[in-house]
């Protein structure tokens, strides 16, 4: 890929529409952690890497990663969020919506 290719190709990436939501990670032993994303795409992407490297924020986490290998996770997405949605405060309301979801679900954080 030259130059410009690769330029043309980030440029895209930055202009492209993303979608926020909420998403829980599974274990097949039981656990579920449930975080939120202001890009729902990415966040698998994002949460294996650093689980892989044991740079995982929720030490819970990591911890039942470490015990039973990366074969045993998966990732939902529980709830997509519109732009329109989200309001003033992004962050805020996808955080409360997580936390509505951790008490539905009995969840800890991702």
Avoid: C
Wanted: no cysteine; net charge neutral.
């Amino acid at each position: 890929m030259n130059t410009i290719d690769r330029k043309a190709a980030a440029a895209a990436y930055k202009k492209r529409e993303t979608i926020a939501g909420i998403y829980a990670i599974r274990s097949a032993a039981g656990g579920v952690w449930v975080g939120y994303a202001r890009d729902i795409d990415a966040i698998q992407n994002r949460a294996w890497f650093s689980l892989r490297t044991g740079a995982h924020m929720s030490k819970s986490l990591q911890a039942a990663w470490n015990a039973e290998g990366e074969a045993a996770f998966s990732l939902e997405p529980l709830e997509l969020v519109d732009a329109d949605t989200l309001g003033f405060n992004p962050e805020k309301a996808l955080r409360d919506r997580a936390s509505g979801w951790r008490e539905k679900l009995g969840a800890e954080s991702a």
